[in-house]
């Protein structure tokens, strides 16, 4: 695993402005964020000259728009904040780039597309756009396209409403390009991108009394190969892999990976630090990794009974988690992602601080993601946290971590070796050294 990593850039939203959300699109040319006033900022990726090729890594500002409003449920006197909880891609098909964005409760298909000419000479109306007096027309003209400035436009073009009683936590687009789930705390529903009044449940977890209910789902994801089958994860720290050819309501599974509690180590927040924040598939399909509290662990769908790879990403909380309990900083929900070979694998932690895995070498890195530390082209120290005893210079102790910056969101380049973090209202965007 390399150490070398440099920053490619350093860009500060305005405090209001916390980024909730981030993803490359599945080429990596263009990079959202979203955030929690409802806006989505699309970045895209600077071409590469002869006389600057370093500049290939730089990503400027592409398209800025207001993907959701506050709304107010008067029948359940209940505000809907605007706030977007996921975006997702979906592959390109043509010049125009298409994704999802949703909040709590909406779901919304974006068309953002270019624009450089426009069409001049109408017969109808003046180049103003007033309406021209038919009796004034004398002759014809065919109307021309003329060069104009390049204009990025962003268009909804599907609005899926109503189906959630419960927050959306996750949606998911499938391999066939024609269907995507959106997945609450208690159900998962099956849409098809062309129709926006109907969804199918395909999981329904709610009890028919609400006492008996003892987990909740976390999130969902479609499996990038194979268009039948999708995966949950729950509150209790289980993945259910779901088949949709075997029923149209997958409430059975077909696969269930848990992983055996040790009663030795159990506690209070046993429960708490089990569940299970982020799922994600790896690119091949073969394995599946989930994020806890304190671990990533590494599936291979094959094997049910116990993770393939366990790795500590910062243990030495454990000794702290009745202070994090009380600040509620143990229900933070750290997002996990793979690089584009699936031998690396990156998730957040406190301080600012991320930790990469490789899982080939087995080695480890800790890096810091802050504006203090990040000018660009600069290369990221390693970093370590010191559990006790003697500090070393540049060792950090546990009790002087700020648990207020947190990396809850990343994201990694499909093909190359750049990852983008977002740290509270900031998104930092790093790449491997280039020479």
């Known amino acids: 695993l390399r150490a070398k990593i440099t920053v490619i850039a350093s860009l500060c939203f305005v405090p209001a402005d916390i980024i909730s959300t981030v993803e490359f699109n599945p080429s990596g040319e263009l990079l959202a964020t979203g955030d929690k006033g409802g806006r989505v900022v699309v970045f895209q990726r600077e071409q590469e000259t002869k006389s600057q090729p370093q500049r290939r890594g730089e990503y400027n500002v592409y398209s800025t728009f207001q993907s959701h409003e506050p709304e107010f449920d008067y029948l359940k006197s209940l505000e809907i904040e605007e706030k977007i909880n996921k975006i997702r891609w979906l592959p390109q098909q043509n010049a125009a780039y298409f994704l999802l964005s949703t909040n709590d409760k909406t779901v919304k298909l974006w068309k953002i597309s270019e624009r450089d000419r426009r069409p001049e000479g109408y017969n109808l109306k003046d180049e103003d756009g007033r309406i021209r007096d038919p009796s004034t027309i004398t002759s014809l003209r065919v109307p021309v396209l ?55 449940n395909i999981v329904d977890i709610k009890p028919s009394n609400m006492e008996d209910l003892t987990e909740v789902i976390t999130a969902a994801e479609f499996h990038p190969q194979q268009c039948n089958t999708f995966a949950y994860s729950s509150s209790r720290g289980s993945i259910r892999l779901c088949d949709m050819r075997k029923q149209a309501l997958c409430d059975t599974h077909c696969k269930f990976f848990e992983e055996p509690e040790d009663p030795s180590t159990r506690s209070f927040f046993s429960e708490i630090i089990s569940s299970i924040s982020d799922i994600k598939f790896s690119h091949s399909g073969r394995f599946l990794m989930t994020r806890d509290y304190l671990t990533v662990k590494v599936w291979d769908l094959n094997m049910e009974n116990k993770p393939l790879e366990t790795y500590q990403v910062h243990d030495y909380l454990r000794g702290k988690l009745c202070s994090l309990y009380e600040n509620d900083c143990i229900f933070d929900k750290f997002e996990c992602v793979w690089n584009g070979s699936d031998s690396v694998i990156m998730t957040g932690s406190y301080n600012n601080f991320f930790r990469m895995f490789d899982r080939n070498t087995k080695r480890d890195v800790t890096l810091e993601a802050s504006r203090e530390n990040s000018k660009p082209r600069a290369i990221l120290k390693p970093r370590k946290v010191c559990m006790g005893g003697k500090r070393r210079k540049d060792e950090v102790t546990v009790d002087s971590l700020d648990f207020s910056k947190k990396i809850l969101h990343s994201t990694w380049h499909p093909q190359d070796n750049i990852i983008a973090v977002a740290a509270s209202n900031n998104l930092y965007i790093f790449q491997d050294k280039v020479a």
């Open 146 to 200: 003329q060069p104009t400035d390049l204009m990025v436009e962003a268009t909804a073009r599907r609005v899926y409403s109503n189906a959630h009683t419960y927050h959306i936590n996750s949606i998911s687009v499938n391999s066939d390009l024609q269907t995507y789930i959106s997945t609450d705390d208690l159900r998962v529903n099956l849409w098809n991108l062309e129709i926006t009044d109907q969804s199918f």
